[in-house]
């Protein structure tokens, strides 16, 4: 029974595009997270949901569009993808924000054409 | 702000020698202290973490950090490496206040026989 799943775990798709990510815990959390790895394995913070509100909002176009309808979800929606959003997305969960351990998704590896 | 700076993007052992990835943070509160480790084409899992209780910290597969504050660092030690522990390190660090993880660059761990 995965904790933290994510789907699809890989995405092809080309340039102008638009893509959704789904995620989903099952741990009872309070707090879900975005966050994108890119080629160099850097891994970097995108969106924070505390209880279905945003409360971290990172640098990042505002072609991204997270969507939480419940705490146990967060979606993450892309518009008019481009080359450079090719990377592995991880979605994440923990008891509460930045006060415990995150427990990550198997990630999204996601290819642009 | 926090950050952390690992130590070496890349360390290479021998089977059966000890392992030494570095990680240093910065925090201007006590901080919540994590290493994660990631395996080719999956998610990250949690080895260990440090959250104010003992500055030794011992984790899953035999790997442990030690907590120094007067060093503002946060090493992970395995004193004797095996061929399955190849793979990428990540040392994270939260303040506690409402943030979310903030991850080092990775250290890549290989191992020869």
């Known amino acids: 029974d995965t904790a933290v799943s994510q789907t699809p775990k890989y995405l092809v798709t080309q340039m102008g595009n638009d893509k959704s990510i789904k995620c989903e815990q099952n741990l009872g959390h309070d707090t879900m997270y975005w966050y994108k790895q890119d080629s160099k394995k850097f891994l970097k913070i995108m969106f924070s949901?505390?209880?279905?509100?945003?409360?971290i909002n990172e640098t990042v176009p505002n072609r991204f569009s997270p969507k939480s309808p419940d705490k146990a979800h967060l979606n993450l929606h892309i518009n008019s993808l481009e080359l450079g959003d090719s990377a592995v997305y991880f979605c994440?969960?923990?008891?509460?924000?930045?006060?415990?351990?995150?427990?990550f998704g198997q990630g999204t590896r996601l290819t642009v054409v | 702000a926090q950050s952390v700076t690992q130590l070496g993007s890349h360390v290479s052992v021998s089977e059966g020698a000890l392992v030494l990835l570095r990680c240093n943070y910065s925090s201007s509160v006590p901080p919540y202290l994590f290493w994660y480790v990631q395996y080719p084409n999956q998610g990250l899992q949690l080895l260990l973490k440090?959250?104010?209780?003992?500055?030794l910290v011992k984790g899953i597969n035999g790997f442990e950090a030690e907590f120094k504050k007067s060093e503002t660092s946060f090493h992970l030690t395995k004193p004797s490496a095996h061929m399955s522990d190849a793979a990428e390190y990540f040392c994270a660090v939260s303040d506690g206040t409402g943030t979310a993880l903030i991850f080092g660059k990775g250290t890549t761990l290989s191992v020869s026989s």
């Open positions: 994440a969960s923990s008891h509460r924000a930045g006060q415990g351990e995150a427990f």
């Open positions: 949901y505390n209880n279905k509100e945003l409360i």
């Open positions: 440090y959250t104010s209780a003992a500055t």
